[in-house]
């Protein structure tokens, strides 16, 4: 036991070792660790708000600190410290002793509960790092600034004391049974005990939080990571400690931060980094916890107990002679601050350009979709002097809609372009991007370009940032447009350009949800300008969006169709018939100029169809052609002389040698009905694929792709590379005339067997890849990888049965994983140069999926589900914890689950959570949820009460305005007051964000809780803020809010960072 003794140092500038704790079990640690503790008589200034326990520990004089009860952080630790050295001014050097957060890492560092993690430089690394101190670039992550290294004398007795170690063992054993002894009261916490449980879960596997889990004990045993047991139970590591302003309860945050730190923190905390740079000190942390969401308290003392008795151990590897040896830390602190004053003018810079980067990256965060390098395309079409006239709205295909589009955001930008009150904004709409082009992602792209002409990023968009960022979810489209509405406003004018409507898809209704929300903000923004080509749209409810705008129909004028025509015969070779024979050169172009009735598409295909001619005549015979067709057409029945126009072009691709024809009728099969446009080295894979076959045979690349074969249908953009039919008009076209199912074979059966074919090469047996370097050649050497990750299952939804080779692969795990991988993520490896070469999949759950089943209920291949229990698959099989039945609600795959619940899967539980729940995350990701789902799941016995009876759904449809949702689930009893795992009412949810139809309907019953009940442990969103301020933040009277419930008063809170109806239930 520690003694007093009376001969105590009667001086403050006795005591040489400063002793820094956070917490009070800390502080009790250290306490228990002194051989003599001194009696309490020495005075402290008045200014000196610190409690200090003096004692010895060998021939050391130490002097303990801790932070004030409930204040923790690096500004706390700093403040403490500054007091501490004023007090006891010949203190040397100090030691940060307490508990941390382990980072594991079973291959480098296999950091484990109970373990001691010591702050030592490592590469270009001080032992502590500030991970909340530092700059995000295009290249990744960039520290501002370093902190300290621990001092030469400590890191000389950590290097003798590891010689020791290895030599002898610790001594820390030995002084945790001396606190026993002399400390029998703290024994039962403060020593290692059978019931402190070593549990490490996968990053991706969230805490279960119901109430009755602190201890795991209803956590999914079969995400607990395996470990090889370990024959000592402490090990000690030298390393990096990441210390920060944050705590830290999300493995996916601690992994990303360590990755940003080059892979090597061992370990996370909150005080050091205000210790290093103002306290010559070593930092010293037991593992209590992995910095997840299973933390909890229970190995806290423990981890206490033996981050002191390494402290105690290794002051006696430090002589006193050495210690006086050094400078007084309040000397090196002093000479430190009059550096301080010379480097302001360049943290005034670094904070600037780190505030730019910053916005930048938000900005990308927003939408990875650019139209700039179409609207390049476009503008390069154009031949010179053409495009005077600039027309508005509606006009036949081939007119040059697109190109007279680029004109004139060319001509705005040129006028405005310099104006910083004047934004302009424009989207290229694109038939072959129909899954990327949501309304979603289209407004986001506006709002991304309106941004980018912004010197500083508008703080809403910030809050959004950081409102969804960290968690990995992406904003709703409602919250996109309020972004949208309110960068508008900013502007004094903004010039919207929106180009071939008729592209944007109406199938999933996004023409129409585009449009919608687009006008509404263009009705409460007077300062927005809209500009919209398209042909003409037959549609009803299309035409009412334009009932009250201006139309006008473009038409290229019969000048710039003979520019046009110059243009082109001017690009011909030297020796072609054409342009050297004059007088036949003006034949064509009047010939031409008179039949396309100002379609550039029309003449571009006439033209394709001469240059090939021999001989002058052959050329006057087919002009002759050409206008007896066109004789008494007008501008109707354009579309059917373009459809006799490609007749003619399709006679010549199909009239070539039969190995020529055939390779390109598959490539514009190809080119017709993959989803996105695809590069010339993925369209080059994709053809030398054999069905079925294990291996690539490059024997089998074509060299190149010769244009020449498909007379005009397809080209090649030079920048981007990408191979696309030349035009809108030329897939329908072909879908209609050629490729369809009475003609030809489903062509999405052939693309998906061609896509799981690749996706099963034996090259990709391993499955996922593990390595930076190894994913970035597997997607560079095997260039159609990326393309049939993520769209195989699209084209598989799009065959009327299932193959055999497509239920091969849904059995094929490792190439099903390795597709949800790459789906997952695409080529961002490829735009950053962070250290780690470690690849981790993000956490993508269903890479986790195995089972057939599972996998075709979660990608909606409700053909193969029915194929599968066929085969005898069982409908009831759990998978994370899940039933197919669950995965196919949690993605919103209604066809799928109808499927099977027909089939007869149980609904009342998917591995101890209700079924009716996953729509949680449908609600997050879809517009509206289908009600009739529910009532069918309810009426077949689903719970709708979850957690001590609340219903999390309840809150998510108040909180997603689904007005109808709210009114079942009331009807069919739901407790209006109703919490979410955030302590959320329904009431609280929709009223937080605005939404006025679902929180009424969420107050029918006099029980409804008062807001200020329900808000312990939250933190209001500004200081001051009440029902009057949230009101007016959300667009609806105070009034309004008030009477949906009359308890409600000044006393409204949110907790910080968090989206009130976006958290996961």
């Excluded at 002409?453 to 904003?475: A, E, G, I, M």
């Excluded at 299309?542 to 520019?563: G, L, Q, T, W, Y």
């Excluded at 030329?730 to 005339?737: A, H």
């Excluded at 090259?763 to 049939?788: H, M, N, Q, T």
Aim: proline share 4%.
């Amino acid at each position: 036991m520690a003694t007093e003794r009376t001969d105590n140092p009667r001086s403050h500038s006795d005591y040489t070792i400063g002793w820094v704790c956070a917490l009070a079990k800390e502080q009790t640690a250290a306490t228990a660790m002194l051989d003599i503790e001194y009696e309490d008589d020495l005075p402290i200034p008045e200014d000196d708000y610190n409690i200090y326990t003096r004692g010895s520990i060998g021939k050391h004089n130490v002097v303990i600190a801790c932070l004030p009860e409930g204040i923790i952080g690096t500004t706390a630790a700093a403040t403490v410290v500054k007091e501490m050295l004023r007090t006891f001014p010949s203190i040397r050097f100090g030691l940060m002793v307490g508990i941390g957060g382990g980072i594991p890492n079973i291959q480098d560092h296999d950091v484990r509960l109970g373990d001691v993690v010591v702050s030592v430089p490592q590469e270009t690394f001080p032992g502590v790092v500030q991970w909340d101190l530092g700059k995000a670039e295009q290249e990744g992550f960039k520290r501002i600034g370093s902190l300290n290294h621990p001092p030469n004398l400590l890191l000389s007795a950590v290097s003798k004391l590891r010689t020791r170690h290895a030599m002898r063992g610790p001594r820390i054993p030995a002084y945790l049974d001396q606190l026993a002894r002399n400390w029998p009261l703290l024994a039962s916490e403060y020593l290692r005990s059978d019931a402190l449980r070593d549990i490490l879960f996968e990053s991706e596997y969230p805490h279960d939080k119901n109430k009755l889990n602190n201890d795991c004990q209803l956590c999914d045993a079969t995400r607990i990571v395996s470990r090889e047991p370990r024959a000592a139970k402490m090990k000690i590591h030298y390393g990096l400690i990441a210390s920060g302003n944050q705590v830290i309860k999300d493995a996916m945050v601690r992994d990303k931060l360590n990755d940003k730190l080059g892979g090597n923190v061992l370990c996370i905390e909150m005080e050091a980094a205000g210790l290093m740079n103002n306290f010559p000190c070593l930092v010293i942390r037991g593992i209590c916890d992995y910095a997840d969401a299973h933390k909890n308290k229970r190995w806290q003392e423990h981890a206490a107990a033996i981050a002191a008795a390494y402290a105690k151990e290794f002051l006696q590897e430090v002589a006193p002679t050495a210690v006086n040896r050094e400078r007084a830390a309040l000397e090196v602190i002093q000479e430190v601050k009059q550096n301080v004053f010379k480097t302001a003018e360049d943290v005034n810079y670094i904070r600037s350009d780190l505030k730019r980067q910053e916005d930048l990256a938000i900005i990308e965060w927003l939408t990875p979709m650019n139209h700039g390098s179409q609207h390049s395309l476009y503008r390069d079409r154009r031949q010179p002097e053409t495009g005077s006239k600039v027309l508005f709205c509606q006009g036949i295909p081939g007119a040059g809609k697109s190109v007279l589009s680029a004109l004139v955001i060319e001509d705005l930008s040129s006028a405005f372009g310099q104006t910083a009150s004047i934004g302009i904004a424009y989207i290229y709409c694109d038939y072959q991007r129909h899954d990327q082009q949501t309304p979603l992602q289209l407004i986001s792209s506006l709002t991304k370009q309106l941004c980018l002409l912004n010197t500083t990023l508008p703080p809403y968009v910030k809050d959004l940032y950081n409102l969804h960022q960290p968690r990995s979810t992406t904003p709703s489209l409602k919250e996109i447009c309020e972004v949208f509405q309110n960068i508008v406003r900013s502007y004094t004018q903004v010039y919207v350009l929106i180009d071939a409507l008729d592209e944007l898809s109406a199938k999933a209704g996004y023409r129409n949800t585009f449009l919608d929300e687009l006008l509404k903000v263009k009705d409460s923004s007077p300062t927005l300008n809209m500009l919209f080509t398209s042909r003409p749209l037959a549609v009803p409810e299309v035409r009412h969006f334009f009932s009250h705008a201006m139309k006008m129909e473009i038409s290229a004028p019969r000048e710039d169709i003979n520019k046009f025509i110059d243009g082109y015969l001017a690009q011909l070779s030297p020796d072609a018939l054409i342009p050297n024979n004059d007088d036949l050169r003006e034949e064509v172009k009047g010939a031409v100029a008179q039949a396309v009735s100002g379609m550039f598409l029309l003449a571009r295909l006439y033209l394709d169809s001469l240059v090939d001619k021999l001989s002058p005549n052959q050329v006057r015979c087919a002009l002759e052609v050409m206008k007896n067709q066109n004789r008494g057409v007008d501008k109707k029945s354009m579309e059917d002389t373009l459809c006799n126009a490609y007749d003619h072009t399709m006679a010549r691709i199909t009239g070539q040698k039969k190995d020529i024809a055939e390779h390109a009728m598959y490539v514009l099969l190809w080119l017709t009905y993959t989803q996105r446009p695809l590069k010339v080295d993925e369209l080059r894979h994709a053809l030398a694929v054999k069905v079925g076959a294990k291996d690539l045979n490059r024997g089998d690349l074509i060299p190149h792709l010769n244009l020449s074969m498909y007379a005009g249908l397809a080209v090649i953009d030079d920048k981007t590379q990408e191979v696309r039919l030349v035009h809108y008009t030329t897939q329908e076209y072909l879908e209609q005339r050629h490729f369809k199912p009475a003609l030809y074979t489903n062509p999405h059966v052939t693309i998906t067997d061609i896509c799981v074919t690749y996706l099963m090469l034996s090259v990709f047996k391993s499955g996922p890849c593990s390595l930076k370097d190894e994913y970035i050649e597997r997607i560079s050497a095997y260039s159609l990888y990326l393309y049939a990750a993520r769209y195989w299952a699209h084209h598989a939804r799009l065959c009327s049965e299932p193959s055999e080779l497509l239920l091969k692969f849904l059995g094929c795990n490792e190439a099903t994983r390795g597709a949800a991988q790459a789906d997952h993520v695409g080529t961002s490896f490829y735009f950053t140069k962070a250290n780690s070469a470690k690849l981790r999949s993000e956490g993508s759950y269903f890479c986790k999926l195995r089972s057939e089943l599972h996998l075709a209920a979660r990608y909606d291949l409700h053909q193969a589900v029915e194929a599968l229990l066929e085969k005898g698959h069982d409908l009831n099989a759990l998978e994370t914890r899940k039933t197919p039945l669950y995965v196919a609600l949690e993605h919103g795959n209604i066809t799928t689950a109808q499927i099977l619940l027909r089939k007869g899967e149980q609904v009342i539980r998917s591995g101890g959570i209700p079924v009716l729940h996953a729509f949680c995350a449908d609600i997050y990701g879809h517009t509206e949820v289908d009600v009739s789902m529910v009532d069918d799941l309810l009426n077949r016995g689903a719970r709708i009460a979850y957690d001590c009876g609340n219903c999390p759904l309840l809150v998510w449809g108040a909180g997603y305005d689904q007005e109808q949702l709210v009114d079942l689930l009331l009807q069919r009893g739901a407790k209006v007051e109703s919490l979410n795992d955030y302590r959320f009412t329904p009431l609280f949810a929709a009223a937080s964000v605005g939404h006025t139809t679902a929180a009424p309907a969420a107050t029918n019953s006099p029980a409804m809780p008062g807001l200020a009940a329900n808000c312990d442990g939250f933190y209001k969103v500004a200081s001051g803020d009440s029902c009057d301020t949230i009101a007016s933040k959300n667009s609806i009277t105070t009034t309004q809010f008030k009477s949906w419930n009359t308890e409600i008063d000044a006393r409204t809170y949110l907790p910080h960072n968090l989206n009130p109806y976006g958290a996961h239930y």
